[in-house]
């Protein structure tokens, strides 16, 4: 069934990084009453949203849709952030223009929100401490740059690096670096160790912020799940309420494969990678300390390793994929339910 807005007029309004353009649409006919071009700053959009009556207001996903949304809900307006990927006659469109897109923006919202895949920012809190966690990730890909170019140049050369943590390379590597290269390679080393304290500091911050979210104490019942996959996982979705069957957990971060049955025809599909690809890299990585050497016995470790015994192309990668998606939904019921965790189920309920 359509939904038609209560506001008197529909707003497309297309972010730019510097200016942005606004079309008004008259919501029972239809028609195009106006067109904006203003700045992408909280005064230009004041001038243009903070006096007037509340009105539906569709925007896509962008650098600042996050701040805008908020600005424009706090000022009464009914916000709609659309999803690019799903909006295809934007995404794909021939005419791409700021104004076009405003123009489309308007018209899918004035008929039906759900043309629009509306998504749902977090708040401006849990994106503040998200921050943290992402700066930190950003500060381990650099260091692994840079270590791995570090062995690289120096095994082109016949030398070798010693066997260690990325953490203390930088110390044993001064020694073993060949004589040609070490005043090329040399500067490099205390940048390594200046990225390496910068991370552990980073990670204290992580442990600080675990106490003010006391819920990621139960996500960490689970081997292999620290402070940073629990915290990262609570911010992440920031509302356990909003899916109603733990299940969609796994769809919602893009662990689930896709379809694209046709009559006959339902072909196997790779996963969708849709939603939080930072989140869902920490769930593989968990997944793969799960089905390591050392993961203990427990139930995600039991199903992993039975679906790779199946063997054929990149089991192991499927199989880590699959416990990933599992773990995705008992974090979330643990949360939901603060339960204590149960590895094994089948010799508590031979117990019972």
């Known amino acids: 069934m359509t939904k038609r807005s209560t506001a008197a007029v529909t707003v497309g309004l297309d972010l730019g990084d510097r200016f942005s353009s606004a079309c008004v649409l008259e919501t029972e006919s239809g028609e195009m009453s106006d067109e904006w071009r203003l700045p992408t700053t909280r005064k230009g959009l004041a001038r243009y949203f903070e006096v007037k009556p509340a009105m539906r207001v569709a925007l896509e996903v962008g650098t600042h ?46 008929l039906d929100p759900e043309l629009l895949w509306p998504v749902r920012h ?53 020694l073993r670096l060949p004589e040609g290269l070490q005043p090329t390679l040399e500067p490099i080393l205390p940048v390594l160790g200046e990225i390496t304290e910068q991370i552990r500091s980073y990670d204290r911050q992580v442990e600080a912020l675990t106490k003010s979210y006391p819920e990621t104490a139960a996500l960490r019942q689970i081997a292999g799940v620290g402070s940073l996959t629990s915290l990262a996982f609570v911010l992440t979705l920031e509302d356990p309420a909003r899916f109603p069957q733990s299940r969609q957990v796994g769809a919602y971060l893009g662990l689930t494969p896709g379809t694209r049955q046709s009559g006959e025809c339902d072909p196997q599909m790779h996963i969708t990678r849709e939603g939080d690809p930072f989140l869902r890299q920490l769930l593989v990585q968990s997944a793969h300390y799960i089905l390591g050497p050392f993961g203990p016995d427990c139930e995600l470790r039991r199903h992993g390793l039975k679906l790779a015994q199946r063997g054929g192309k990149a089991a192991k990668k499927r199989a880590a994929v699959a416990v990933a998606r599992k773990l995705a939904v008992v974090l979330h019921r643990l949360w939901l339910t603060q339960q204590r965790y149960e590895p094994l189920r089948e010799p508590t309920r031979s117990a019972a």
């Open 65 to 110: 849709s996050p701040w805008v949304s908020r600005l424009l809900v706090s000022w009464g307006h009914e916000v709609l952030v659309a999803n690019p990927r799903k909006v295809r006659l934007i995404a794909h469109s021939r005419r791409k223009s700021d104004r076009f897109d405003g123009r489309t923006l308007a018209r899918l919202a004035r």
């Open 122 to 174: 977090r708040s401006s809190d849990c994106q503040q401490d998200l921050a943290v966690l992402r700066a930190r990730a950003a500060l381990v890909r650099a260091r692994t740059l840079l270590v791995n170019h570090l062995r690289g140049a120096v095994k082109s050369c016949g030398g070798r690096l010693p066997s260690c943590s990325a953490a203390s390379l930088s110390r044993q590597a001064g």
